[in-house]
């Protein structure tokens, strides 16, 4: 069984940052994938951005050039980096790990607001 520990959800400005923490319970390298999910009121669970297990990134349109994935192997932990914040981007942002299976965090909130 592995935990993830979600962390890094605030309420924060329009334009101000946040970085998002998921940290699993053993190597991240035994991942395959590690991607981020949203999840606002009323709507449909979005995709945000992946990281591959060779380093390879995707984002979605509507976060590009605003957010970025990474690791830190050393901590076991996966980070979303949100810059530029909009009130559009507030949601429960969840992690996703996959191997052999999937496994997702708790998830964190996010909320954009002046």
């Known amino acids: 069984q592995v935990q993830l520990v979600e962390s890094g959800g605030d309420l924060v400005q329009p334009g101000g940052s946040l970085r998002l923490s998921c940290a699993a319970s053993?190597?991240?390298?035994?991942?395959?994938?590690m991607d981020w999910y949203r999840q606002a009121p009323g709507k449909q669970r979005e995709w945000v951005a992946t990281?591959?297990?060779?380093?390879?990134?995707n984002f979605a349109d509507s976060v590009k050039g605003r957010f970025t994935i990474s690791r830190d192997n050393a901590k076991n932990t996966v980070y979303l980096q949100m810059n530029g914040l909009k009130p559009d981007d507030t949601a429960v942002y969840y992690c996703?790990?996959?191997?052999?299976?999937?496994?997702w965090g708790q998830g964190t909130q996010v909320t954009v607001s002046s």
């Open positions: 990281l591959t297990r060779s380093g390879s990134t």
């Open positions: 996703n790990l996959v191997s052999r299976q999937n496994y």
């Open positions: 053993e190597s991240i390298f035994s991942f395959n994938y």
